[in-house]
């Protein structure tokens, strides 16, 4: 059975570029995760309308490699939401520029933290 990326839009989608790699031309994992961290950071502001800084991340496991010139799609999705934090789980998708075929590359479990002008925790506001 072939794996397929999450029935909805990105939170991002970039291009892996020869700068993202290591002297041996491996796509950096500390590049991916920069991304994945990106996404849920997007995902937690978005949710809890003003700023939210990472607290923590969770079972990051890598299962691909990512080429120069794939494109990498970064999915997020919130999973929990405490009085403060929310936990989004991310997964990162590869597909090779010219075809059609994705894998996914990474995941993890993110926790964002709602903070407020003074950098304190704050409540997140129920959903709309």
Known sequence: MTATPPDRAPTIRVTAMPADTNAYGDIFGGWLMSLMDSAAGLTAARRSRGRAVTVAMDGMQFHAPVHVGDEVSVYAQIEKIGR??????V??????RHG???RKVTEARFTFVAIDEDRRPREVPPAT
């Open 84 to 89: 403060t934090s929310m936990a989004i789980q």
């Open 100 to 102: 059609e075929e994705s």
């Open 91 to 96: 997964e990162s998708w590869a597909r090779d």
